[in-house]
């Protein structure tokens, strides 16, 4: 159990730098995903299923839908300049 | 081990901090703000975890088995919620920004300052 | 009848937020102006509500336990299962005052905001119920609940004219203060490991009881951190002079006239209620807390000597008089309370009023730089009257009840740099007021100095508003802060005591100090306005290093958000410092 | 500043704050072993006390309930600031045209395809629906169950197109749902008061363990919650998705 907790702690450190270091908002959505979904496990592992139920319904779906559709629409802006 | 949640909290928050000050990109940033949140979110679920204790839901195990805080867990569901609406808030004013400036460069917007 | 108020109390709360919702609800269907009328029939009923349950209060706190969960109901000592609300004098009136500046603002912003559902008066009723809740809650999250809900909605009603500017320092406002209140859940979270609780009563009796603890201390200087960031105190305060200036002006009248000092009574209750036992602590408040509110008021002072566009100068007299605010803070004693309390309230009416004026020439003329509407002002002078006696009570006019706060502030003692820091700061902003009104209305000049290369900006707000209903409310405001503070005198010394009952030593007091600071805001505008050209050599040299200090900080208030987070976390490390290195 | 000078001053601040950050983690209480004395007696009194199995979900919406009313402020808050943003001068109604990224390739939807996602709409929200219900019993409760049935609208985005979208989601009506939803919490908390209880105290009949009715006024306010959640959520997306959209004609001049 313990090795579980600290394998999903380090890969949560992990998926959080590489949010941080994808400086292509386009690539960092993936990594924003990627982030939540390691963070959900967690707190599966952490006794916590109402909190990573959440996560995985906010956190990775609507929040980067959110960031896509921005992105979409700042393209489009871009395009219409 | 009895550290490791801690300093991944700290690691959370600084990387964090040192993403959103780098950053050149107003969308990148509002990704790193995130980031420093979800620190949050693993400090309160790691102060109230406690060993061997099983979800504080008691439908398969009867009440008063040992469970763990779920006052904390009532804390980050709040948390989770406030930040995707801080995020949708967030992008919806970068959107508008881009727009108008058409540029989401953070060294180049700067209220009242005219675009260099 | 205190039964009834105990019943009553939660309504501060549940009342706006219902009519928030039900205007919500209704919103594509309601006639035009139904919701300018219930916004400001509720915020007055607000207001009296809140008064009424100040003066029953004085009898002691109401405590209301939502769900009936008191702390007798979990049968164990320290274990309080449920939050409560407790309205002691202090908390009340603060509320009752945030309703009436509220008021305010409504018939002030009549037939501002046209084009929008009602949207306006939507978030201002959320925001108005997020202040009440901050006053009155005594539970650490559900304090930052209101706080981070007063948040949102301030960051909405930045964005609202959509202008470049505006977007711009809503995103600086929203990123800074996200920050912050991120950081604010860290400390509640430490606090909440250590105490296991996070009934503000409770927790003070478990830390007054233990000894002195790096989580302790890690969780205050967290929370501090996201109030004084809400409260614009150097070096968080980058992102007030963004967010003010550009904000419509009825919600400026909100932001300067009340959001931003709350942050600091929060911090006050805190202090008061919750850590007033920890030594650690109280040395960092008396230390770290006073330095950077002397780094405030000056900081604050020369900024908005600096500038050109009014609203701007405005916000950065706020932050000079948080600063002042902040000096009566750390103070810890019931003078300072006093003070603290005088100030917030003395200090939201010139602030609303001025603000006020500041819409009203924005709406005449479309402008709002010193320089450009030059002389342009007197087919409204009314307004000028206004501005200037305005810019007199904040430079220290010896009347009303800004004059009494600010002689409490000096009463609550502490050594003389505070002292100077005052008098640097209420003259400066007076000045800087004062300078502007006479430049605008009567058409004075003098050529000018350091404002010239100050950020300025066009700006519009809607026009067709009646001059006399805007000029009303400030009319008003102004009235009030001229009233003699005599009259709330013994309320406010009663509201004082009940949060800390320590008094200061006595003082010599700053009748000789407010008298310098009132001639400065005489003698800087009248020397500034009587400029000449500078042609001679030695001129020219002394008009540049005159200028030097200006322009360093003009370059450090770059504009740039990164740039702010780097500030906010060197304001961090600071209160880091100050508690390691006692 | 520039980036540079930005991580100079940051790099011996970070340093100080590492060490009072070391110092901290040094004295918390260790992993695994909390302090937290109110948790733990929630756990032990919440089940006997509120007849509910969700520990969670009792402090949520009983114990701290005056918080998440406060949550579900900052929600609606925020869509409506969004919602009004986005609008901006575009008004409530739509664009005519989709915006296109140049040079990307657009495909027909095939029959299947719109078919799938209308069954899986279906579904998403009927499961979004379920799981509000219980949460009272099982992990779950309004915010989750309202966002997942909210997410469901997208698949009709996906599947229909703009039109259907368009047709079947009215942004009045979501912000009335996200309304109806806030009052009806603040309904729950104020009638109470009125009858000479406290804010928000539980006084229906807390209903059997395990059972859909189970922890009286909860079962009520999850289902306000609920209500505002999809709201709130679906006009997020709605309002998003608009951004998309482009006018009619040749560009609009944006003054900029």
């Given amino acids: 159990m313990s090795w579980l907790i600290g394998a999903a702690l380090v890969m949560s450190a992990l998926s959080g730098w590489l949010v941080v270091i994808s400086r292509d908002p386009k690539r960092q959505v993936f990594a924003l995903c990627a982030n939540s979904l390691v963070l959900a496990l967690l707190f599966f592992i952490l006794q916590a299923p109402d909190v990573a139920f959440s996560e995985i319904a906010v956190d990775t779906v609507v929040v980067p839908l959110l960031f896509l559709i921005a992105l979409a629409a700042i393209a489009i802006n871009e395009g219409r300049r | ?116 | 009848m205190t039964a009834l108020a105990v019943q009553l109390a939660p309504l501060g709360v549940l009342l706006p937020l219902g009519v928030a919702f039900l205007l919500l609800a209704l919103a594509h269907w309601l006639p035009p102006r139904t919701a300018d009328v219930t916004a400001l029939i509720f915020s007055l009923i607000l207001v009296g509500l809140c008064g009424w349950l100040a003066s029953r209060a004085l009898h002691g706190p109401i405590v209301h336990w939502f769900g009936a969960w008191s702390p007798a109901v979990s049968g164990k000592p320290r274990v309080v299962l449920g939050i409560g609300f407790s309205v002691d004098p202090a908390s009340a009136a603060v509320a009752a005052f945030c309703a009436l500046i509220f008021a305010a603002s409504f018939v002030f912003a009549w037939g501002y905001f046209d084009k929008v559902h009602a949207h306006f008066h939507i978030l201002m009723l959320l925001f108005l119920a997020a202040m009440i809740g901050f006053c009155f809650t005594r539970d650490l999250f559900n304090l930052f609940v209101w706080f981070e809900l007063m948040s949102m909605a301030a960051f909405a009603l930045t964005a609202y004219p959509l202008e470049k500017s505006s977007l711009e320092g809503a995103f600086n406002f929203t990123v800074t203060n996200a920050l912050g209140s991120y950081l604010m859940l860290a400390g509640v979270a430490l606090l909440y490991a250590r105490t296991g609780t996070l009934d503000f009563v409770t927790m003070g009796r478990i830390i007054a009881h233990g000894a002195p603890d790096p989580v302790i201390a890690g969780g205050f200087c967290l929370i501090a951190a996201a109030l004084l960031t809400k409260a614009a105190i150097v070096p968080f305060h980058m992102w007030l002079s963004d967010a003010h200036a550009v904000a419509p002006s009825p919600v400026s009248v909100i932001f300067s006239g009340v959001m931003v000092g709350l942050g600091l009574f929060g911090l006050l209750k805190l202090i008061a209620i919750v850590f007033a036992a920890d030594a650690q602590i109280m040395a960092l408040v008396h230390i770290g807390l006073l330095w950077l509110g002397i780094a405030t008021a000056i900081v604050g002072g020369l900024m908005a000597w600096a500038q050109r566009h009014l609203k701007r100068l405005l916000a950065f007299s706020t932050i000079s008089h948080l600063g002042i605010m902040l000096l009566a803070v750390a103070a810890v004693n019931s003078t300072g309370v006093k003070g603290f309390l005088l100030y917030f309230v003395g200090h939201g009416l010139v602030k609303g009023t001025l603000f006020m004026v500041a819409g009203i020439l924005l709406a005449r003329f479309n402008s709002i730089d010193e320089l450009e509407l030059y002389g342009k002002g007197k087919g409204v002078w009314p307004a000028g009257i206004v501005m200037g006696l305005a810019g007199l009570l904040l430079g220290g006019l010896p009347w009303g009840i800004l004059h009494e706060a600010t002689d409490h502030v000096h009463k609550a003692g502490h050594g003389m740099a505070p002292v100077i820091a005052i008098v640097v700061g209420t003259s400066l902003t007076g000045a800087a007021v004062l300078r502007a009104a006479l430049r605008i209305f009567p058409g004075w000049s003098g050529v000018p100095g350091i404002e010239f290369v100050s950020p300025t900006e066009r700006e519009r707000e809607q026009q067709d508003r009646p001059l006399w209903l805007m000029l009303l409310p400030c009319v008003v405001l102004l009235a009030i802060a001229l009233l003699p503070p005599g009259l709330v005198e013994s309320f406010t010394h009663d509201a004082a005591t009940g949060l800390i009952s320590k008094t200061a030593e006595p003082s010599g007091g700053g009748t000789i100090m407010t008298a310098i600071a009132f001639a400065l805001t005489i003698l800087i505008p009248a020397a500034s306005l009587l400029r000449q050209r500078a042609t001679r050599r030695w001129a020219r040299v002394a008009a540049r290093i005159e200028t030097l200090p200006f322009r360093a900080l003009h370059r450090l208030h770059s504009g740039r958000v990164t740039d702010y987070i780097v500030w906010m976390m060197v304001g961090l490390a600071v209160m880091a410092s100050v508690l390691r290195l006692r | 500043m520039t980036t540079r000078w930005r991580l100079i001053v940051l790099v011996p601040v970070l340093l100080v704050l590492g060490t009072a950050a070391t110092e901290i983690i040094l004295t918390l209480p260790s992993f695994g072993h909390p302090l937290t004395r109110y948790g733990m007696t929630v756990n032990t009194l919440a089940p006997a006390l509120r007849n509910v199995s969700n520990a969670v979900t009792s402090v949520m919406y009983d114990f701290r309930g005056i918080d998440t009313l406060g949550e579900e402020s900052m929600l609606i808050c925020a869509v409506t600031a969004a919602v009004m943003l986005l609008r901006g001068r575009r008004g409530e109604d739509g664009n005519e045209q989709a915006g296109r990224v140049s040079g990307r390739a657009w495909a027909e939807r095939s029959d299947a395809m719109v078919l799938m996602c209308r069954l899986f709409a279906t579904m998403l929200f009927l499961f979004g629906v379920y799981v509000v219900l219980h949460g009272t019993v099982t992990p779950g409760g309004g915010f989750q169950g309202g966002v997942i049935a909210a997410s469901s609208f997208t698949l009709l985005y996906l599947g229909g197109g703009y039109m259907v979208w368009r047709r079947m989601l009215h942004s009045p009506v979501l912000v009335a749902l996200e309304g109806v939803g806030g009052l009806a919490y603040v309904l729950c908390a104020a009638v109470p008061l009125a009858f000479g209880y406290s804010a928000l105290q539980n006084v229906l009949p807390l209903g059997n363990w395990k059972d859909l009715y189970s922890g009286g006024l909860m079962v009520i306010i999850n289902i306000a919650v609920g209500i505002a959640v999809i709201g709130s959520f679906a006009a997020l997306l709605l309002e998003f998705m608009e951004e998309t959209r482009v006018p009619k004609g040749p560009v609009a001049e944006e003054d900029t």
């Fill in chain 2, 1 to 116: 081990m009895s550290v490791l949640a801690w300093c991944v909290v700290a690691w959370l928050l600084g990387i964090g901090v040192y993403g959103m000050v780098t950053s050149r990109n107003y969308v990148h940033l509002i990704g790193c703000l995130s980031v420093c949140q979800s620190a949050t979110y693993v400090l309160l679920l790691g102060i109230g975890f406690r060993w061997g204790a099983g979800p504080p839901i008691f439908y398969d195990h009867p009440p008063g088995t040992p469970a763990v805080d779920p006052v904390v867990q009532a804390f980050v569901l709040t948390d989770i919620v406030v930040s995707a609406a801080m995020t949708a808030l967030l992008l919806a004013i970068a959107l508008q920004v881009h727009k108008k400036r058409g540029t989401l460069d953070t060294q180049h917007l700067r209220p009242l300052r005219p675009t260099e």
